[in-house]
């Protein structure tokens, strides 16, 4: 794209920021990935990162927000300063994560959105040595997109369109950049809004830069291309399928803390104000909403492996919520800090879902990735899954089913779940059947797990079949597990604000010869 020699807009972030972060970042901390670093008086770009998280947020710059939310002039001051120490500590070592496309994007749309608070007040020799950062990055970043997979290739597409509006860098590269941008949004948004990777927390972060980017092209009176147009108007009815009445997202797929005001922002530019999605076939999710409940599915196979990094073996999973109250959910995705524990939040039995011989339905790469496949990538786990659709005045029913234990064990999950009108009787059965092309059959122990949210009170009912449940607002509901006995084990809560947090789930186990059938319901039955 060549070498601009100047910025014509700013885009704006529409990201939330605290000020009172500035005066943390002045003092010498600096708090990423769950780390929090003092370089008492050191530049940050000299400190040895404590992780690559906390490397990638600090060379990522999205924490000048903080400082230009700050609007003081000692700010803008520490803005200019850092960005001149990160230029002066690349000119002598380049890290292996500025050559990260993801990180490189994130700069690159930190530096064009901030460049108000960062150039205020700079002479002229400062201005050329930032408008030289940004063309090498844009170079950097362009080269490194052939390699790069996943959502960090449209990120990096999002930031060379940006970059192409922001800085003079004439209509060829303009409409290559467009192109691009196109192309990549073509290759990972679905039809019905949902990204390739299915982790909910992907369509926020996404919408996030989409948007501000919308805003660019209009700003520099120049037309949108269509796919960025159709892709946000998708991709915002698909947040609101994913979300509970709390504001927070659905824990699918690599999906963990929700960010509340994050989620707030991105439906505060939906023009319809709509309803949700209910139906999201491409993406794999279902949505059952009445009165004040909701219940959200995950009704779909796994990415494709390049796209799986962050997945999880949830197939056929389901979390309820009524009103603001979480009920049942699944147990989230860890925080960088707790990477130890990544992989068993992926696997099955940390979802609301039957689990076949305490088995996960798919099969993850090492950690350490192996040959040609990338780290945590799934290698093998349902090919076939089905979800049926009937709504009427009574109610909704979806009827699913997969077959990601029919290799192993000639045997296919399906699944039944109903919510009537009211929205205060949830029932469903789960069922285990021969799978069409099985040799043989494999008899094994199933799981039938609830996991609870660590606000809900559960304790024992009249038999050993129910079980009672008390969200904190004293609503309360009765657990029924069809003749079964219904257990109450531990559990774990990763997508707590505060950390990981203990909680506990409800499990009905059997023998899953062909044909086993377990009927269950949740009933709201008042006040506790």
Same mark, same amino acid.
């Given at each position: ?56 947020? $600090?060379? &990522?710059?999205?924490? %000048? ?9 000692? /700010? @803008?001051?520490? *803005? =200019? +300063? ?71 290739? $449209?990120? &990096?597409?999002?930031? %060379? ?9 004439? /209509? @060829?590269?303009? *409409? =290559? +950049? ?351």
């Amino acid at each position: 794209m060549g070498r601009p020699d100047r910025l014509v807009i700013a885009p704006q972030d529409i990201r939330t920021a605290d000020p009172t972060r500035a005066e943390d970042i002045y003092a010498g901390y600096f708090a990423f990935g769950g780390r929090i670093v003092n370089t008492q008086g050191r530049s940050p770009f000299d400190i040895h990162p404590p992780s690559q998280a906390w490397e990638q947020a $600090l060379a &990522g710059f999205g924490w %000048l927000r903080h400082l230009r939310a700050a609007d003081t002039a000692l /700010a @803008r001051v520490n *803005a =200019r +300063a850092l960005v001149d120490d990160y230029l002066s500590a690349r000119a002598r070592f380049v890290s292996p994560v500025d050559k990260d496309p993801a990180t490189i994007a994130r700069r690159i749309l930190s530096w064009l959105s901030q460049s108000p608070i960062v150039l205020e007040g700079a002479d002229a020799l400062f201005y050329r040595r930032f408008m030289r950062g940004l063309a090498r990055d844009a170079a950097r970043l362009q080269q490194a997109l052939a390699g790069a997979t996943g959502v960090a290739r $449209l990120t &990096g597409a999002i930031a %060379l369109a940006e970059y192409s509006l922001c800085a003079n860098v004439g /209509a @060829r590269a303009q *409409a =290559r +950049a467009t192109a691009q941008l196109s192309a990549e949004i073509g290759a990972q948004i679905l039809p019905d809004g949902g990204h390739v990777g299915r982790n909910p927390q992907t369509l926020v972060d996404l919408l996030l830069d989409l948007l501000p980017l919308r805003q660019a092209y209009a700003a520099r009176s120049t037309a949108a291309p269509p796919a960025l147009i159709g892709a946000i108007d998708r991709m915002l009815p698909m947040v609101r399928l994913l979300r509970h009445g709390d504001g927070s997202l659905g824990l699918f797929n690599g999906m963990g803390v929700t960010a509340p005001d994050r989620v707030a922002t991105v439906l505060a530019y939906d023009d319809t104000r709509g309803q949700p999605l209910v139906n999201a076939p491409q993406a794999g999710y279902q949505r059952l909403q009445a009165g004040d409940a909701v219940v959200i599915l995950d009704a779909g196979p796994p990415p494709p492996p390049i796209h799986s990094g962050e997945a999880h073996a949830g197939c056929l999973s389901m979390e309820f919520s009524a009103g603001a109250e979480r009920v049942i959910v699944n147990c989230g995705a860890p925080t960088p800090a707790r990477a130890a524990v990544r992989l068993a939040a992926r696997q099955t039995a940390a979802h609301s879902t039957l689990v076949l011989d305490d088995t996960s339905s798919c099969h993850f790469a090492p950690e350490a990735g192996i040959e040609r496949i990338a780290a945590g990538q799934i290698l093998a786990g349902p090919r076939r899954v089905t979800a049926t659709r009937t709504d009427g005045r009574e109610g909704s029913l979806i009827e699913l089913s997969h077959d990601g234990y029919a290799r192993r064990f000639g045997l296919v999950h399906e699944r039944r779940v109903a919510l009537d009108a009211t929205g205060k009787r949830l029932v469903g059965e789960d069922r285990i059947a021969a799978a069409r092309d099985a040799d043989a059959l494999f008899a094994r122990a199933f799981a039938l797990r609830f996991h609870l949210h660590p606000g809900v009170r559960v304790t024992s009912g009249e038999s050993q079949t129910e079980l009672r449940l008390e969200t904190p607002s004293g609503r309360a509901f009765l657990f029924e597990a069809g003749g079964r006995p219904a257990e109450i084990e531990e559990s774990v809560f990763f997508a707590s604000p505060d950390g990981a947090r203990a909680s506990q789930q409800i499990v009905v186990r059997g023998s899953a010869e062909e044909n086993a059938e377990t009927l269950w319901s949740i009933t709201e039955t008042g006040r506790a």
